[in-house]
């Protein structure tokens, strides 16, 4: 059952690991769900429809805190540059099991001139202005700052339970003639959490 468990996890999580590839990301709030169909409302306003298919990942996000972000941690951190360095927007935290997913550093699309750097959590620094994070991966590392308003969520499996009018959701996938997304994954908030990656 765990071994099931951490494939499905590794699935739905290289949802994550992919956010360099060119398939546009829709996020939104999920306005209504019927049967495999979605409606999502984006952020950029407007109603998109979505449809679920047999081989579509769903991981769930959980609040996580400063506590979790321990030595060695496999954690993921969406930043924006700040002077000579980057300025965190979020940081997501892997469970162990998926230790090396999307490791490296390269643009994201959260934001203007945002990037994504997964990698393991080398040092944690606290200073006035926030703490400061040293993120090593395969081939170099990133210093980043950790501003207290920056959210900390976690990774845990998803089911299509999960999916339900109101939640909030990142739905990756590519769009049909109808403008209909085929959703290859899809990250969805648990308890009120909004995805903020």
């Known amino acids: 059952m765990v071994r099931i468990v951490v494939l499905a996890l590794s699935c739905a999580l290289s949802f994550a690991a992919s956010a360099q590839t060119p398939a546009p990301t829709l996020r939104g709030v999920v306005a209504g769900v019927s049967g495999d169909a979605l409606t999502v409302t984006s952020r950029a306003g407007g109603s998109v429809s979505v449809r679920l298919g047999p081989k579509?990942?769903?991981?769930?996000?959980?609040?996580?805190?400063?506590?979790?972000?321990?030595?060695?941690a496999f954690i993921g951190v969406a930043a924006v540059p700040e002077g000579d360095g980057l300025k965190a927007l979020e940081v997501h935290v892997f469970p162990e099991a998926m230790?090396?997913?999307?490791?490296?550093?390269?643009?994201?699309?959260?934001?203007?001139?945002?990037?994504?750097?997964?990698?393991?959590?080398?040092?944690?620094?606290?200073?006035?202005?926030?703490?400061?994070?040293?993120?090593?991966?395969?081939?170099?590392?990133?210093?980043?700052?950790?501003?207290a308003e920056a959210p900390i969520v976690a990774f845990s499996p998803g089911d299509r339970g999960d999916i339900k009018p109101g939640v909030a959701a990142i739905v990756r996938g590519a769009a049909d003639g109808d403008g209909v997304i085929d959703a290859t994954a899809v990250i969805v908030g648990r308890n009120g959490v909004v995805p903020p990656m």
């Open 56 to 72: 579509t990942r769903i991981v769930a996000v959980v609040a996580a805190t400063p506590a979790d972000l321990k030595a060695n």
């Open 99 to 147: 230790r090396g997913v999307g490791e490296g550093f390269r643009p994201f699309d959260l934001a203007p001139g945002s990037s994504m750097t997964n990698g393991a959590l080398d040092a944690r620094v606290s200073g006035v202005d926030g703490d400061r994070l040293t993120v090593t991966y395969k081939g170099g590392s990133q210093q980043i700052r950790l501003p």
